[in-house]
T-cell receptor
Framework: ETGVTQTPRHLVMGMTNKKSLKCEQH?????MYWYKQSAKKPLELMFV???????ENNSVPSRFSPECPNSSHLFLHLHTLQPEDSALYLC??????????????FGSGTQLSVL | QKEVEQNSGPLSVPEGAIASLNCTYS??????FFWYRQYSGKSPELIMS????GDKEDGRFTAQLNKASQYVSLLIRDSQPSDSATYLC??????????FGQGTELSVKP
């Protein structure tokens, strides 16, 4: 496996369900990110982790809960989501936290539909 | 004013032509600029980065940066149908945050 892998690729869930998105990076990077991509909108940064420590949380509702057990793995736990949370959720990694010339490497994303 | 602004398109060019994609940004202290390409149903992929005023060429791609005008562009020479994608401009602002534009959809017609 190379790069950044995300599972599942597609997820359909009801508003009362609990599910988790998983991301794994094989690049030896220190920083990992969750982004949300909605149609016709810019990528929205949700969470940033640097060496397993959360360094940024962009006013994301508490129904999204990230977890970073080590520098290679990142999870996004979902519960009681709303239909407007339907979007493509992208995981990314970079050598260090993007504060200068860091380049992001994205996973293939999870297309989430909330019914 | 949006922090990073792009025309959403679609921009349609014939095969072999030059495609010109534009991006403006609001934070004058921004230092790093990136272009990502995103095919439909796929994730963004970095294709160019530029940090200094002027042009940077990589194969058929040229990034142009003008910090005085707060403007960055991407030129694609000899456009191919395989270049059809959405192109995302990303700017690392003075606060160290990477801000994305909404993307420009490019369609290259055979």
């Amino acid at each position: 496996e190379t790069g950044v892998t995300q599972t599942p690729r597609h997820l359909v869930m009801g508003m009362t369900n609990k599910k988790s998105l998983k991301c794994e990076q094989h690049l030896g990077h220190n920083a990992m990110y969750w982004y949300k991509q909605s149609a016709k909108k810019p990528l929205e940064l949700m969470f940033v982790y640097s060496l397993e420590e959360r360094v940024e949380n962009n006013s994301v509702p508490s129904r999204f809960s990230p977890e970073c057990p080590n520098s290679s793995h990142l999870f996004l736990h979902l519960h009681t989501l709303q239909p407007e949370d339907s979007a493509l959720y992208l995981c990314a990694s970079s050598q260090d936290v993007a504060g200068g010339r860091e380049k992001l490497f994205f996973g293939s994303g999870t297309q989430l539909s909330v019914l | 004013q949006k922090e990073v602004e792009q025309n959403s398109g679609p921009l349609s060019v014939p095969e072999g032509a030059i495609a010109s994609l534009n991006c403006t940004y609001s934070d004058r202290g921004s230092q790093s600029f990136f272009w990502y390409r995103q095919y439909s149903g796929k994730s963004p992929e970095l294709i160019m980065s530029i940090y200094s005023n002027g042009d940077k060429e990589d194969g058929r791609f040229t990034a142009q940066l003008n910090k005085a005008s707060q403007y960055v562009s991407l030129l694609i020479r000899d456009s191919q149908p395989s270049d059809s994608a959405t192109y995302l401009c990303a700017v690392n602002n003075q606060g160290g945050k990477l801000i994305f534009g909404q993307g420009t959809e490019l369609s290259v017609k055979p």
